[in-house]
């Protein structure tokens, strides 16, 4: 009788290691998709750095633009 008990309780010890393994192979897993996911908001938010930089520049320049156009369209007022 013992000997069957022992063999249960071996059993739930075997099939308790290996649910921990998997748990282990899960885990290990889901860190690295949480790292590429990581990398993927860091590269994300320096692409956003960078177009918010451009944005800024292309900005100034319509202003630029704008300001010598004013002054173009002013001196035509002028000569009419």
């Known amino acids: 009788m013992s000997f069957e008990v022992f063999?249960?309780?071996e059993a739930k010890v075997q099939q308790a290691i290996d649910t921990i393994t998997l748990l282990?192979?899960?885990?290990d897993?889901?860190?690295e998709t949480n790292n590429n996911l990581n990398?993927?908001?860091q590269n994300a938010a320096g692409a956003r750095?960078?177009?918010?930089?451009e944005n800024e520049q292309l900005k100034?320049?319509?202003?630029?633009?704008?300001?010598r156009?004013?002054?173009?369209?002013?001196k035509m007022d002028d000569v009419q």
């Open 7 to 9: 063999e249960k309780l």
């Open 24 to 27: 282990q192979m899960e885990i």
């Open 29 to 31: 897993e889901l860190k």
């Open 39 to 41: 990398r993927e908001v």
């Open 49 to 53: 750095e960078s177009l918010v930089r």
């Open 60 to 67: 100034q320049e319509q202003a630029g633009w704008q300001e």
């Open 69 to 74: 156009l004013r002054a173009l369209l002013g």
